[in-house]
């Protein structure tokens, strides 16, 4: 069954903070992204798990192998359970990413969180894709991308949910996909452009979705949660 993962999108600290302490018990997980990171200084995370929350930390490291592996063992220690890099970034940025937290982890008898690789934003269509560089559509450059993520020994990738079941197809279930972009029928696009509803990421068999102002937004914030929750319960 897809899991939600809620985005806390927020500049205000306190905002994010209230937002969770209105979900309650309807959300366990949440996405702490670079604008709530850098405008807590970090801080969001002691909170959520105070709050015996789950957190996927979207930092979206990508840089040299050496700087991201060396950024992946911080990452590691702060006891999250989900965090990710550019697959772009490459083989070689991947793999050494996969060793730092494994040997993190084992140092420290703890269980490593979950490796996920960003293939390509859903903010892009092909029209924008195309104009930054890449010749092959969007599909089989997640595919490819996916393919590297695998090998190397990340855990899943995040990608559209348009992509998540060929991505499923060729990598096993076990691989996982995170899937941004999800928005209900009730809901606006905003800045997505590869968009598809709660139920049909469920059926292209998306392990999480992730989704923000839907429900961050909504004026009842728990009755769009578990809206969207009975959809993916279809």
């Given at each position: 069954?897809?899991?939600?993962i ?29 604008e ?10 002691d ?24 950024a ?68 089989e ?45 009730w ?5 997505q ?42």
């Open positions: 069954m897809s899991k939600l809620v985005a806390l999108d927020y500049t205000d600290p306190k905002k994010a903070e209230d937002m969770v302490v209105s979900l309650g018990e309807s959300v366990d997980f949440y996405k702490v992204g670079l709530l990171f850098l405008n807590s200084r970090g801080r969001v995370l909170f959520l798990k105070k709050e015996n929350k789950n957190i996927f930390l979207d930092l979206k490291f990508h840089d040299i192998p050496n700087t991201v592996a060396q992946a063992k911080w990452a590691a220690d702060l006891e999250v359970e989900m965090f990710n890099v550019h697959a772009s970034g490459g083989r070689e940025m991947q793999k050494m990413t996969v060793d730092a937290v494994s040997n993190e982890a084992a140092k420290n008898g703890v269980k490593p969180p979950l490796l996920i690789a960003v293939t390509v934003l859903t903010s892009f269509d092909e029209e924008g894709f195309d104009e930054v560089g890449f010749k092959k559509p969007i599909n450059t997640a595919l490819q991308l996916a393919r590297i993520s695998q090998e190397t020994g990340m855990d899943g990738v995040v990608c559209s949910a348009l992509e998540s079941k060929s991505i499923k197809n060729a990598f096993g279930n076990d691989f996982l996909t995170v899937c941004p972009g999800v928005r209900p029928l809901s606006a696009s905003q800045d452009k590869r968009i598809v509803t709660p139920f049909q990421a469920k059926e292209n068999l998306a392990d999480y979705i992730v989704v923000g102002r839907p429900i961050t937004g909504n004026e009842d914030p728990v009755k769009a949660a578990l809206m969207i929750l009975e959809e993916l319960n279809k």
